[in-house]
């Protein structure tokens, strides 16, 4: 091999000390493409693995001259394909590029050649992985605006799959098929270009430009998200390492996928350096092709991921040894390395180099030899990098990394917490749990799977393994073992396992211990836990896959403990339930220093022994005929005198035991009564009637039917004061009015198809003229019935005109069906989260099911909430009772925000007036878990869905119940940092005493204090509705709602709008 003349390459880092820019530098790919094909022609760049047509693997020796005219091929080729593609401009002194092109290909250095051939003609690059679904695809292609995607023929159906989603518009996505990169190389086919280098003009304006190329997360908690990067976050790739020419100029086999960050790795060293990248076959690597392929291309190095490093340890050792120790170093990267495998290698004499990075920062760790000092265990972090360390609090030698991605002009905090190495705390880190990776059970304890998870990768026979428990009231484990074990095998093995788990609990506080064997799910045959491109186990993706063996274990759970020493002595309760804690608890305080009046969770009681205590007392009401007890039960009676007060009266006393007398009231007066009309001649189109158009949800629904071929007519009522004094003025102007405050624009010819007609509920026939009233009974197809007084102070008896207006419009639906049989109109009645609020705390469950709430007590308890259950059962006594005239159904919304259009979310709410309250706090307050946000407009979207979705089984209610919230959920940390940063707040409280702080503000600061308007929502029902303890299911709503299955979370663009808007607008100050 030749000799290689290194580039000198230039970086705008650390901390802005970089020297200036200067010409003779090189900082993008597309340069040092250039130098290498002129100053390094014969040395080889690649070596790539094909696949000959006997399947025996050839070796393609690329060289750089070669790859310099391959790239500027494939951008001639590009610019006579790809129709509407655009090259960058010069326009006002600026730098302006088109739209991207998505790249969609598997992992050759074809995919490598197409993407430095658009970073050189300066069109931004969509990096996508070969795994994402075409949903997710879609979503990266609708954010980032790229209308053209280049494919390999093995991708080419999901492209196209992808390219035809729809989100209610033409998609207008064009899919190319790719060329293979031999064409490019082959000097005899290809099309020479016109130009020799393939620096294009503009195709670099700054560093601080991130138009270059646009990656994307893992989306491990939802859709992928885009990830923009300037030219200098891939040189950065280049710069990463710290090797002697002597300790570069060789081969290094990558397993890794080049549409990910830490697969460009490979490439740009051997662009900047001289390490030939060897690449295999665009497959899943085995083993077995690892050896082979470090045998034939004679690589001395080598970077992977942890389950190849894995793979390796499991095959015959005579033949991967001798080929591993040889290599100068093993780069492992993407996840963490299962410590039994790493330290089999260790000590067999395998230099294994710890790998760490993300794909928002790129390469944290350089390459390098590693000699004898070296602790594998730890990560090494560069130092020409930008980043400052800061200690976790409370946690000795803990801290976080935060960074300064290079380009990026805002710091990015990394995801993982990091513990220092003693022997070199400054520079030396090992990578412990990700800070998003924290489980946050039902009663708000937090717990770091690590330790768990850690413990029970030292089983010979455990593959992976990932803690479960998010809104359960304990932990339980996945266990994926190296070999299904057969039926007689799997006991021992769960024997085994617990084993270790009890271990692990000896180190963990007690909230985080696995209390059972029973809580370990061995993953059986035929499945395994999902993980992402580099290896890593997708956590939340494992939880939706395992979701009903999940279920079903703590159903197990709930009902293992039945044996004789959970009996109950009825006549001598307190002293029973005090031995049953004395003896089944591990109660640790004898039993002559407590008594049957002493609260047990000031005793000492955590969470596990309470759900412990509730699963025996459970046991033994059951043996009286008593109703379950249920998981709060424990908790609200936390004394041995109460829990036996309890169980003996079968029942509990309430605050609300009034209210819900007067829902079960409410319900039986408004539910419709049987009435026959008469019969005229259907029209054709649907005629959408909808109440509550002039608010924000209303807005947004009446614009998106106005946009629908298949709306015929949309029907406004509007009370007499929803639009002002409507006497002398037109009502549809005054809507035209109220929209436009709103931001909302409807073309001219769609207003033509919108009427408002002004109502009075309280008025027979809804307050409107006979002939009004027949002529919309003889026309109408669907209701929505949105309008709702948005007041949380109100009692539910207050609300008796909403319950009365559900039933009339209900009433008049089946008049329609009389008048047109036999087509049936649709009722959809737009309820809350809040009829459902309690659901989960009253029977023990963390996602409420789409279907009736069982009691009144499912209901937060304030008006508000109460009133929506009413009406909801008003409409599943109709879906049962008149299923043969109408289809009525009814939607449970979550929390909505602003819409993605306008960037205008209503001040009136909640969560504004939390915030507002809190910049006159000067404090934000903490919330943990994760919220479930969806814009209006999409909220808007998915009810139309539904509202045409057809109808479920007649006479049967359970089919009438819809949950519409974003089912990706994200951080509040998240969230909450984002506002902060917008408002300049840098404190937080702790919820708890943010409220107190807010409730003592003087009444004279209202205004500026409005969240005190609504107390008790905040005091009693605020965190735990939106903290992620309540998560509604949606399995229904997303079968009927392509835009619910492609909806992703909010982006930080938007919710800082959503603050400049209130600012804006005068709600909060600048």
């Not at 995607?149 to 093995?154: C, G, K, T, Y």
């Not at 390490?275 to 076959?281: D, G």
């Not at 396992?497 to 035929?526: C, F, K, M, T």
Request: aromatic letters at 8%; glycine letters at 8%.
């Amino acid at each position: 091999m030749s000799t290689f003349n290194r580039p000198d390459i230039w970086l705008p880092a650390p901390l802005g000390a970089a020297q200036p820019y200067k010409l003779s530098q090189h900082r993008t790919l597309p340069s040092l493409v250039d130098f290498n094909a002129t100053n390094n022609p014969e040395y080889l760049f690649a070596i790539q693995a094909e696949k000959g047509v006997d399947s025996e693997t050839t070796l393609r020796e690329i060289s750089f001259a070669q790859l310099g005219r391959a790239i500027a091929r494939c951008q001639a080729w590009l610019e006579t394909t790809v129709r509407g593609m655009h090259l960058p401009v010069l326009r006002g002194g600026s730098v302006v590029k088109g739209p991207p092109i998505a790249l969609l290909m598997e992992s050759d250095v074809g995919l490598f050649i197409h993407q430095v051939a658009l970073l050189g003609l300066g069109v931004p690059g969509l990096l996508l992985s070969a795994r994402l679904s075409p949903a997710a695809v879609r979503k990266l292609l609708d954010t980032t605006g790229s209308k053209h995607i280049l494919v390999s023929p093995r991708l080419s159906r999901a492209a196209r799959e992808a390219a035809n989603i729809s989100h209610g518009e033409a998609s207008h996505t064009v899919v190319y098929e790719r060329q293979h990169y031999s064409y490019f190389l082959d000097d005899t086919t290809a099309v020479e270009p016109s130009y020799t280098s393939v620096c294009r003009p503009y195709y670099h304006s700054d560093e601080t430009h991130r138009d270059a190329i646009i990656l994307h997360s893992s989306g491990t908690t939802g859709f992928p998200k885009p990830i923009y990067q300037s030219h200098e976050y891939l040189v950065g790739f280049a710069a990463c390492h710290a090797l002697a020419k002597s300790e570069a100029e060789t081969r290094n086999l990558s397993t890794l996928p080049l549409f990910h960050g830490f697969g460009v790795l490979a490439p740009c060293l051997s662009l900047s350096v001289g390490l030939t990248v060897c690449l295999p076959v665009n497959s899943i690597v085995s083993a077995a092709t690892v050896i082979e392929l470090l045998q034939a291309t004679r690589a001395e190095t080598m970077m992977t991921v942890p389950s190849v490093l894995d793979d390796l340890s499991h095959m015959d050792q005579e033949l991967a040894l001798p080929a591993l120790r040889s290599l100068r170093f093993l780069a492992v990267g993407g996840g963490p390395i299962v410590a039994k495998v790493g330290e089999k290698f260790v000590s067999s004499g395998v230099r294994i180099l710890n790998h760490f990075g993300a794909t928002e920062v790129g390469a944290l760790a350089p390459i390098f030899v590693p000699q004898k000092d070296y602790n594998h265990h730890y990560i090494r972090l560069r130092q020409d990098f930008d980043f400052k360390i800061e200690d976790v609090q409370g946690e000795l030698g803990r801290c976080k990394l935060i960074t300064f991605p290079f380009g990026w002009k805002e710091p990015f905090p990394i995801q993982d917490q990091l513990l220092r190495r003693p022997e070199a705390p400054d520079t030396e880190f090992r990578v412990t749990s990700r800070l998003d990776d924290v489980i946050v059970l039902a009663t708000g304890e937090k717990v770091l799977p690590g330790i768990m998870e850690s413990t029970l990768m030292l089983h010979p026979k455990c593959k992976a393994a990932v803690v479960v428990g998010h809104g359960r009231f304990e932990i339980g484990v996945l266990v994926e073992p190296k070999e299904p074990p057969s039926p007689e095998e799997m006991g021992p093995l769960v024997r085994e396992i617990w084993e270790l788990v009890q271990s692990a609990n000896e180190r963990a506080d007690a909230h985080a211990r696995v209390s059972s064997p029973q809580a370990i799910i061995v993953i059986q045959s035929g499945a395994s836990l999902p993980r992402s491109d580099k290896g890593s186990v997708l956590r939340q993706e494992a939880y939706y896959q395992f979701k009903q063996q999940i279920s079903e274990m703590y159903d197990l759970l709930d009902s293992s403990h039945v044996d004789s020493a959970s009996s109950l002595d009825w006549s001598n309760l307190d002293v029973s339930i005090k031995t049953m804690i004395q003896e089944r608890l591990r109660w640790k305080l004898p039993s002559n220093e407590w008594t049957i009046d002493d609260d047990l969770f000031e005793l000492g009681m955590d969470s596990l022994q309470a759900l412990q205590l509730r699963r025996l007392l459970n046991v033994g009401a059951a043996s009286r005929g008593c109703a379950d007890v249920d998981n709060g039960f424990v908790y609200r009676n936390s004394s041995v005198s109460k829990l036996s007060k309890a169980l003996l009266n079968d029942t509990e006393v309430s605050d609300s035991k009034q209210s819900f007398h007067q829902i079960e009231k409410f319900i039986q007066k408004y539910c419709p009564i049987p009435q026959k009309a008469g019969m005229t001649d259907a029209m054709e189109g649907n005629v959408v009637l909808v109440t509550g158009a002039s608010g924000g949800l209303g807005s947004q629904l009446v614009q998106h039917l106005a946009g629908l071929s298949q709306v015929r007519r949309i029907i406004c009522l509007a009370r007499s004061t929803s639009v002002g004094n409507t006497k002398e003025k037109n009502l549809v102007e005054e809507l035209r009015i109220s929209f436009a405050k709103k931001n909302i624009t409807i073309p001219a010819n769609a207003w033509l198809k919108i009427d408002v007609l002004q109502a009075d509920f309280s008025k027979p026939l809804l307050g409107l003229n006979p002939s009004q009233y027949n002529e919309i009974s003889s026309q109408i197809t669907h209701i929505i019935h949105n309008g709702w007084p948005m007041d949380f102070n109100r009692h539910v008896g207050s609300f008796e005109g909403q319950f009365r207006l559900t039933r009339e419009l209900i009433q008049l639906g089946r008049e329609t069906y009389s008048r047109n049989p036999p087509r049936k109109p649709t009722f959809l009645f737009v309820s809350s989260i809040a009829a459902a609020g309690r659901y989960c705390q009253e029977r023990g469950e963390w996602i409420v099911p789409e279907g009736p709430m069982p009691d009144a007590r499912c209901a937060d308890f304030f008006g508000y909430a109460q009133a929506k259950l009413v009406c909801e059962r008003i409409v599943e006594h109709s879906a049962r009772m008149y299923g043969t005239e109408l289809v009525a159904k009814y939607v449970r919304v979550g929390q909505m925000t602003g819409a993605r259009a306008t960037g205008m979310w209503n001040p009136t709410e909640h969560f504004p007036a939390l915030v507002k309250s809190s910049q006159h706090l000067g404090v934000l307050p903490q919330l943990g878990g994760t919220l479930s946000w969806l814009p209006l407009d999409v909220a808007a979207e998915c009810i139309v869905d539904i509202l045409f979705s057809g109808v479920a089984v007649e006479g049967n209610d359970e089919g009438c119940v819809y949950h519409l919230e974003n089912p990706m959920r994200q951080p509040w940390e998240e969230v909450l940092s984002i506002i902060a940063s917008e408002l300049g707040i840098v404190s937080r409280l702790p919820y708890r005493d943010w409220v107190t702080a807010m409730s003592n503000v003087p009444d004279e600061q209202i205004e500026q204090n409005p969240a005190k308007k609504m107390a008790k929502f905040f005091v009693e029902d605020f965190e735990s509705m939106s903290s992620g303890r309540v998560v509604m299911g949606t399995e229904r709503t997303r079968r009927v709602s392509k835009t619910l299955r492609t909806v992703g979370p909010l982006d930080a663009d938007l919710i800082r709008e959503y603050v400049h808007k209130w600012v804006m607008g005068g709600f909060l100050g600048a």
